[in-house]
């Protein structure tokens, strides 16, 4: 859990007391590669924190799966939709890798946001942090062309390069595999 304190320690100062009541609302999950940590259909009822491991965001479709996003190791996740309302989620996240997860219930999570105020104010940082990358990656789609948006991932995204089979990057940024191929050669 050492990974979650040094996360929450860049953005606050946390008290020993607020720091052992948090953590002992975490629980450790351990997830195989490609299993499905939140199914499409089921409410998420987990804030996770990605010790190790990659999650892809995706929407299962029979003819193609539409990926738009990815958490990396220290890094919160979820279907944070479908958390905050507490409705069933209309895409899945699945483990890529081999994911170690610390995570925590809705309903206690409200028990930190309520009893301490460093939850409080963690909560508020992290939900500010999910809308901007959100909003940055809606502009990308609609702004640049496939080209760019790749471009922009050496720059901005170097893990999803990285680590991401190739097939889920073209989801990604919106082409089919093939397109991503002549995007590569391009600038090759």
Not at 90 to 116: C, G, R
Request: proline share 3%; aromatic share 16%.
């Amino acid at each position: 859990m050492g990974h979650i304190r040094e996360y929450y320690e860049k953005i606050i100062k946390l008290q020993e007391s607020e720091w052992e009541f948090i953590a002992s609302h975490f629980e450790k999950r351990e997830f195989d590669k490609h299993e499905i940590i939140t199914p499409q259909g089921k409410t998420e009822n987990f804030l996770s924190f990605i010790e190790t491991g990659i999650v892809r965001f995706y929407i299962p479709n029979e003819e193609s799966e539409l990926t738009f996003n990815f958490s990396f190791h220290k890094e919160f996740t979820c279907a944070y939709d479908s958390f905050l309302t507490q409705t069933p989620s209309e895409y899945e996240l699945q483990a890529l890798t081999k994911t170690v997860a610390w995570q925590i219930s809705y309903n206690n999570l409200q028990k930190v946001y309520a009893q301490t105020q460093a939850g409080n104010y963690l909560g508020r940082f992290a939900s500010e942090k999910l809308f901007l990358a959100k909003s940055k990656r809606e502009i990308a789609l609609l702004k640049y062309n496939a080209k760019e948006r790749y471009l922009q991932l050496f720059s901005e995204q170097p893990n999803i390069l990285r680590f991401i089979p190739l097939k889920y990057i073209a989801s990604y940024i919106g082409v089919t595999p093939q397109a991503l191929s002549r995007i590569r050669r391009q600038i090759s």
